[in-house]
């Protein structure tokens, strides 16, 4: 994958300011501070898609199963049928955020809800309790290669939330203000007063 950096930044209120503590090579996973468990970022241009809407080209080089490190630009991660991305799987106990910049995601879980989001949707997902969900990345295109790049990060949630009934809430990418400085164009899920609060709306998980 691509190396990016990150920056590691504190926002204050009220002085409408944000520091910028340090920067870091992007790794996979990157490294998170408390109450992040887990930070990764997918970047993979899979080649155009099949009937299945997985990659039409060879698999030969992919460890079928457990796939990760791009060996051709891109990876099948736990993705055992054909389509790349992680089958169902369980979470208990944190929050995950999922952010995709291009390409899409087709979600699945044990609540009864499925549905496919991507270039530029933000999914915020509070297991809580308890939740099974698989997360895919479809390849659309038969025509044209397919880009996914998406960054999730796994939140702690407190001690007396641990066990709140599983939510998650889409905020969608057409919905999301940008603002710009400086020639830098930045998307801001929610604003509360002066910091923000990505949180707000998402219910039961405080």
């Known amino acids: 994958p691509r190396r990016r950096r ?13 520091a910028i503590i340090r920067t ?12 992040f468990l887990f930070g990764v970022h ?26 990760f490190g791009n060996p051709s630009g891109w990876s099948m991660y736990h993705g055992e049928a054909g389509v790349p991305g992680f089958p169902q799987h369980p979470h208990r106990g944190f929050e995950t955020v999922t952010v995709t910049v291009r390409g899409f995601i087709d979600h699945v879980d044990s609540l009864g809800a499925a549905g496919r989001f991507g270039d530029g949707d933000v999914q915020w997902m509070t297991a809580g309790s308890g ?12 025509t044209e290669k397919n880009q996914l790049e998406l960054f999730q990060i796994w939140l702690n949630l407190p001690k007396r939330s641990k066990m709140v009934a599983p939510y998650f809430k889409m ?22 007063g002066d910091c923000v609060d990505a949180r707000r709306g998402v219910p039961r998980s405080n």
């Open 6 to 18: 990150r920056a590691v930044a504190a926002t204050c209120a009220p002085a409408r300011t944000m």
């Open 131 to 142: 939740i099974s969900h698989a997360e895919m990345f479809p390849c659309l295109s038969k």
């Open 42 to 67: 997918h970047d993979d241009l899979y080649p155009k898609g099949n009937d299945k809407m997985g990659p039409d080209a060879s698999l030969r080089g992919h460890s079928i199963g457990a796939d």
């Open 24 to 35: 870091e090579s992007l790794s996979f996973p990157f490294s998170t501070d408390s109450p």
């Open 171 to 192: 905020l969608w990418g057409e919905e999301i203000p940008s603002i710009e400085d400086k020639g830098t164009t930045a998307r801001r899920p929610r604003r509360d």
